[in-house]
């Protein structure tokens, strides 16, 4: 298992697109081509391909994120979106987990760090948010979500403390969960966001509707950041007949990008090619 750094409170990420020149080789990006950036978050991905000469439509479920120039934006997720559009692409790319703008606003709730509500919507037009999470389900329900999201082997004793916390007191921020659960908010906070946001029903939609998407020839890259995620793609792409694989291992960054970019760190890229 590895960990997603972007979810380390003490590392500052900036705004790089993380295996920006692998992304672009693997997509086989041409001028003209058209490609779906599905996580469009701050845009890096997409700008470099238009400024290829690709023709951009991305996505994010986020409303807070705003379109660049050039480039066609929808709020939406994308399997949602993938759902509901017949159009065909060169190239699709998804650059899965939470963004820097998103993980720096300490409002939203992602930061272990910074205090605020327990939010880690990514849609804040959606109902279910971590609070409801932490203060209603059931503890076997809490606990499954730490083990299994989280991969945190206390996901027991931490949801049975929190259950007796918020049996007289909600549980509202941040920092009351993290004083909680003592030495484990990492774990904690991830499988809380994994669950709040669906990333895992999402990706399986998403890697079942995307090879119809792709033109002949075209290319879907996917980049993980921990090992329910990257096992999701590895075996989708592997047992997909819709689907050649291209990366027999998982491509991951060079020693100057982790020299540069801590979030690179934990990124695990994988690419496949449509059949027909
Ligand atoms: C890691 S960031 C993408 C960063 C981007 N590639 C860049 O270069 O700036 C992930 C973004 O995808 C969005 N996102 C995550 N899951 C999504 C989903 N299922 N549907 C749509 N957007 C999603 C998040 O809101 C976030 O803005």
Known sequence: MWYNLAMDENIHIPHIPVLLAETLELLCVKQGGSYFDGTFGNGGHSRAIAQLGGIVTAADRDPNVSASEGITLIHSSFAEFLANSDTKYDGMLFDLGVSSMQLDNGERGFSFSKDAPLDMRMDTTQSLSAYEIVNTWEAPELARIFYSYGEERYGRQIAQRICERRAYKPIETTIELTELIKGHPKRVFQALRIAVNDE?????????????????????????????????????????????????????????????????????????????
């Open 200 to 276: 895992l029903g999402e990706l399986e939609r998403m890697l079942s509707l995307a090879p119809e998407r792709l033109k002949q020839g075209g290319r879907l890259v996917v980049i993980s950041f921990h090992s329910l995620e990257d096992r999701l793609v590895k075996y989708a792409f592997r047992d997909d007949e819709r689907l050649n694989v291209i990366t027999k291992h998982t491509v991951t960054a060079s020693e100057h990008e982790l020299a540069n970019n801590p979030r690179s760190a934990s990124a695990k890229l994988r690419a496949a090619g449509a059949r027909t």
